[in-house]
């Protein structure tokens, strides 16, 4: 508990939680604009080579995203980051598949306007 303490006052508080700024800095520029590389790297690790391609639409859909079925064996999957007005910030991930089980993820920004 002395030690639980000693930590509390030396940091100043007893309660820190700076994950989603962390997560949100490590993914989007000083902008507010979607890094593609950060994203792309961080949902490859999340959905490896060999993850089942249901994981990733669970996902887009978890986070208000949508998929689809592109030519071949690819499925995008999209969503708005954020909107204002008339114009929108995306996100979409196009997803190479076979057998059902993700070969790759790459993650393309951009957006929409009136």
Request: net charge positive.
């Given at each position: 508990m002395v030690v639980a303490?000693?930590?509390c006052t030396?940091?100043?508080a007893c309660?820190?939680?700076h994950r989603k700024d962390l997560a949100y800095d490590m993914l989007y520029d000083a902008r507010g604009?979607?890094?593609?590389?950060?994203m792309s790297g961080a949902l490859a690790?999340?959905?490896?080579?060999?993850?089942?391609?249901?994981?990733v639409q669970s996902f887009a859909s978890a986070h208000g995203g949508?998929?689809?079925?592109?030519?071949g064996d690819v499925l995008w999957?999209?969503?708005?980051?954020?909107?204002?007005?008339?114009?929108?910030?995306?996100?979409?991930?196009?997803?190479?598949?076979?057998?059902?089980?993700?070969?790759s993820l790459k993650v393309?920004?951009?957006?929409?306007?009136?």
């Open positions: 303490a000693a930590l030396s940091l100043g309660y820190v939680d604009w979607p890094v593609a590389e950060a690790a999340r959905f490896p080579a060999g993850s089942p391609v249901e994981a949508t998929c689809s079925k592109r030519s999957c999209e969503w708005v980051t954020h909107a204002k007005y008339c114009a929108a910030s995306m996100v979409g991930v196009e997803v190479s598949v076979r057998d059902a089980k993700v070969q393309k920004a951009g957006g929409l306007s009136c």
